[in-house]
């Protein structure tokens, strides 16, 4: 099975601050790599597909970057309501394998 | 509108089965994946297994092997996740999620989830 190690496992940050989470596949998944959003008791939200497309309706403070086996969320000016759990997931093959999530708190 | 509804809260005694629904609208249900997720307290997510609805084949995680059976019916656009012989550590929130057919592949739907405890 492919692993995804994320990181950090928490981070706390201000509004208006840049924010980037990173996840490392224990192997070369070209850009397979999507980005989810959970907030509590809501179903997760896709954020970002294949590395860096953005889904619709997402704002575009949200990108993606990374390729083989290193991928980046960036936040680029962080909001109130971007408060949430975020977690990457391989799509390269399955088992479709998740990091562990990062909880991103606002300060 | 896309939904994924996805039945209600159940509580199981160890050794039990529970069967978990989801039911799709808003688009063809046979023109996508149906992945099952699970995620334990104070664990990351866990992928289990998914469905072609339109064939019926499916596949699962190892883990799961011979303890997780997913179906569908293609008359009610209704997936369905078994899982018997159930432990305290299957207590977890159940999601089921759709797959675009083609990739790159993602998870583009979520249902809302739904709780398993399994408690003596």
Redesign the interface.
């Known amino acids: 099975d492919i692993q995804m190690t994320q990181s950090p496992s928490s981070l706390s940050a201000s509004v208006g601050e840049r924010v980037t989470i990173t996840c490392r596949a224990s192997q070369s998944i070209s850009?397979?790599v999507?980005w989810?959003q959970r907030k509590p008791g809501?179903?997760?939200?896709?954020l970002i597909?294949?590395a860096s497309?953005l889904?619709s309706g997402v704002p575009s403070r949200f990108s993606g970057s990374g390729s083989g086996t290193d991928f980046t969320l960036t936040i680029s000016s962080l909001q109130p309501e971007d408060s949430a759990t975020y977690?990457c997931?391989q799509?390269y093959t399955?088992?479709?394998?998740?990091?562990?999530?990062t909880r991103l708190e606002i300060k | 509108q896309v939904q994924?509804e996805q039945s209600g809260a159940e509580v199981k005694k160890p050794g039990a089965s529970v069967k978990v629904s989801c039911k799709a609208s808003g688009y063809t249900f046979t023109g996508y994946y149906i992945?099952w997720?699970r995620q334990a307290p104070g664990q990351?997510?866990?992928?289990m297994g998914?469905i072609n609805p339109s064939s019926g084949v499916t596949?699962y995680?190892?883990k799961f092997q011979g303890r997780v059976t997913v179906t569908r019916d293609t008359s009610i656009s209704t997936a369905y996740m078994e899982l018997s012989r159930l432990r305290s550590d299957d207590t977890a929130v159940y999601?089921c999620?759709r797959?675009w057919a083609a990739?790159?592949?993602?998870?583009?739907?979520?249902?809302?989830?739904t709780l398993v405890t399994v408690s003596p």
């Open positions: 850009t397979y999507n989810y809501k179903a997760p939200k896709l597909s294949a497309t889904q977690f997931q799509s399955t088992p479709r394998t998740f990091g562990q999530g | 994924l992945h997720v990351g997510l866990e992928w998914w596949s995680a190892q999601y999620a797959e990739r790159p592949y993602y998870f583009d739907y979520w249902g809302q989830g």
